[in-house]
């Protein structure tokens, strides 16, 4: 997993974090409740906040032990559940979420929450029992867990007492209503490199896609978004996980030399498992100057920006600036490089304050939540579907001498939802 560097020079007024607080509710046009209009000042792009200065954050909330065995941050009259695996499976990507939330409490100037935090194990059957203690001691919406299986155990008992879920499960099968997922979803990435593949005069599209999970849920969307962009799919090729050379030859006639009849070949495979398959391609003759290649957020790893096949390349992820500054926050406050995924939790537990100052009753109910302005967060605007899903507003990079330049930025508004 890649994790960008730090933002460790950049030196920010304390007030940012209540800015950002301020801009987590994009469709206000303003800051949320007449107190933080008064004290927060700096205009409304500023999604995400800057990095701050060490030491300059508000106090840390303490943690209390919850009467349920598990933990509290905050002691507001709103309470949260934050289902995580702390134990088992997961633990370190669990302890980084929790600190993620902790740090999202805090720079939020202790909101009117209460962080109910239990420790689902890494297993379903944990996120069941951790979603029901949070439940009966009072939690109005799930954040959490990290797993599909997970998400699915927890949304069953949440749905049963008619609270919601924002679950960080990266499979949008799990995904229904009232379960809601914030995690980093691959199809929104497919739909934006192949909108700018298109906006840059490509027109006939080939893939070679691996037989993997991943790899059905992206070959849809890519000949779905296809479609929809009045271009082509001129081929698609199948192969198994690490074995794409047949696959690739197969594909040659589409793909390679100058009877070539793609102008741009989608690529959806992981950094580990990439340069296998650039190998392939170089040895069947491709030339990533006529054909371009297109990939996911998958490609956001330095260690494929050199693979000659790459070159010219481009993928779809989430603006670095944001993660790069809650990084390096995350660090002075906890001293180690958080995992990418550390800000869905810092994003959902200062959207639950947002939601939470400004809409009283309504703050959880669906409407609030899939308000179609969206919210913004660390890794630049979201907003949730009806159906669970999300979609984000994502930048596109172009690789090129050992380096991923974005060459298209993330917008700072989401197109108006499709009817």
Partial sequence: MARPKSARDRLVRVTAPIAALCAALLS?????????????????????PPAAVPGASAPAAPAMPAAGGGERIGAGSVKVALVLPLSGQGSTVGAALRNAAQLA?????????????????????????????????????VLGPLFAGSVQAAAAVARTAGKPVIGFSTDATVANQGVYLLSFLPQP????????????????????????????????????????KGARVAA????????????????ARVIAGPGATADALFLPETADAMPAVAAALTKAGFSPARVRPLGTA????????????????????????GFSNFSG?????????????ASLAYDAVLLTAALSRRYGSQRFAAATL?????????????????DGQSERSLAVYEIRNNAATPVSPAPRVLAKPAI
């Fill in 370 to 386: 899939t308000n179609g302005s969206g919210f913004a967060g660390v890794d630049g605007t979201f907003r949730f579907r009806p």
């Fill in 236 to 251: 698609v090729e199948r192969y198994p996980a690490g074995a794409p050379g047949p696959a690739v030859e197969r594909l």
């Fill in 28 to 48: 206000l046009g303003g800051c949320i409740g007449g107190d933080f209009a008064r004290r927060a000042a700096g205009p409304q792009a500023d999604l995400t």
């Fill in 298 to 321: 998958l490609w956001n790893e330095p260690a494929l920006y050199a693979l000659p096949a790459l070159q010219g390349g481009r993928f779809a992820a989430p603006d670095r600036v």
């Fill in 189 to 228: 990435e497919v739909d934006r490199v192949v909108e700018d593949a298109v906006a840059g005069g490509k027109r006939s599209f080939a893939a070679l896609i691996p037989e993997t999970a991943y790899g059905n849920a992206v070959e849809a969307e890519f000949r779905e978004a296809v479609a929809r």
């Fill in 105 to 141: 409490y805090d720079e939020a100037q202790q909101p009117d929450l209460t962080l109910l935090v239990e420790d689902d194990r890494g297993s379903p059957d944990g996120a069941r029992d951790a979603t029901q203690e949070a439940l009966r001691q009072g939690a109005e919406i």
């Fill in 329 to 341: 926050r995350y660090q002075a406050r906890f001293g180690s490089v958080p995992p990418r995924v």
